[in-house]
Structure formats: structure tokens, C-alpha cells
């Protein structure tokens, strides 16, 4: 009777490279890591990779009592000397690059986050599943705090919203409609802006 590989053996064995079983053996392997787990079973990741002193390079932190859990694991990479990046990884989007480049003054933004339903992470909302990458870059590129938030969201397929519409108004005057979705029939990013410079749409 022929016997089949395992999955993970069978890619190592096609892509040349090792398979590692556990979180300990891999730790004295690499330099940094990608946690790439349900948002539930993220932190013992972090934990382990953070006492090897290995950096991680994060999922956006999205889980329930973020601003408790956030804190615990910032003072854990700094007790193991270890170096945290939170990916958000839309600001590295080189559209977004180029625009914050152009140092303009925006005064208004519009930014549409849809895409279908993904069937994951469902236990999280959309405004943390998609339109907080949004939120990410318009604060970088207004620079200024936000002074109003006027929100509305509805839940469709389960307990959490499905879609949200917000409205950021800055201290500068500068005002942002954001716009997140999973139950559209594509997937669509647009960012448009006004400033008294220039007009963009990305």
C-alpha cells in the first residue's frame, strides 16, 4: 500500500527546506517570526518567540481587551529584548508611500474598504478586520488627533458588525469618511483626498 507524506513534509520536501514542529526547536533557527495564527492562540506564540529573543513582526492586534493585552505584550518584548512590529501593512502600500512623500495638508479623505465575506475571523468586527488599516493610514498622513468619531455599524452574518461607516473629524479641521464592508461581491480599496494642493484617488 502506498503511504503519503504528510502535507508539511511533502513542502519541505519540494521547496528544500526543513520541517520544525514545535515553537522551541524553531526559535534557535531565526531571526524573526510571523505569527500567523486565529487571534485567540496568538499570544503563546508571541510569548515563546519573544524568551528566545527573537523579533516578530504582528498581526494587527485585534482580539478582545486589546489596549490590556497590547500593554502585556509590549512589556514583554521590552523584558526579553526583543522587537515588536504591528502589521499594518497597508501603510507600506506604495501608493500610500508615495503620497505621504508629497507632504501635502489634507482637508478631506474618503477611504472605501469592501470585499466579500472571507470566513474568517468572524469573531472580530470589521472596523478591526479591515477598517482599521484605514483608520492606520489617515492618521499617518493627517497628523493631527482626532477630536470627533461618528459611527455607525449593522451585523449581518453574526454577533459583530459586518459593515461600518465613519465619520473622524481632526483637530486641524481635516474630516474622514471611512467606509468597511465583508459582504460585498469583490474586493475594492480606494482612498480619495482633498487638500488645497492637489486632489488624489488611489
Known amino acids: 500500500m502506498m503511504r503519503f507524506p504528510k502535507p508539511r513534509e511533502a513542502v519541505a ?18 531571526s524573526a517570526v510571523t505569527i500567523a495564527v486565529a487571534d485567540r492562540a496568538s499570544s503563546e506564540g508571541r510569548r515563546a518567540v519573544f524568551e528566545a529573543r527573537r523579533c516578530v513582526p504582528d498581526r494587527k492586534n485585534r482580539w478582545p481587551g486589546i489596549r490590556a493585552e ?5 512589556e ?12 499594518h501593512i497597508e501603510r507600506f502600500n506604495p501608493a ?21 465575506l472571507p470566513f474568517r475571523s468572524l469573531d472580530v468586527g470589521v472596523v478591526l478586520d479591515v477598517m482599521i488599516h484605514d483608520i492606520d493610514i489617515v492618521l499617518s498622513l493627517v497628523k493631527s488627533p482626532v477630536t470627533r468619531v461618528d459611527a455607525v455599524g449593522a451585523s449581518v452574518i453574526g454577533g459583530v458588525e459586518d459593515v461600518c461607516n465613519a465619520r473622524l473629524t481632526f483637530e486641524n479641521g481635516c474630516v474622514a469618511n471611512l467606509t468597511a ?22
Open 13 to 30: 520536501a519540494e521547496f528544500g527546506t526543513k520541517v520544525i514542529a514545535n515553537l522551541d526547536e524553531l526559535a534557535g533557527h531565526v
Open 181 to 202: 464592508s465583508r459582504l460585498a461581491l469583490k474586493t475594492e480599496r480606494k482612498l480619495r483626498f482633498f487638500s488645497h494642493d492637489a486632489v488624489g484617488l488611489h
Open 70 to 74: 497590547g500593554k502585556q505584550i509590549v
Open 96 to 116: 500610500v508611500v508615495a503620497l505621504a512623500k508629497l507632504n501635502l495638508l489634507p482637508r478631506f479623505h474618503r477611504r472605501r474598504s469592501r470585499q466579500p
Open 76 to 87: 514583554l518584548g521590552k523584558r526579553h529584548n526583543a522587537l515588536l512590529q504591528v502589521g
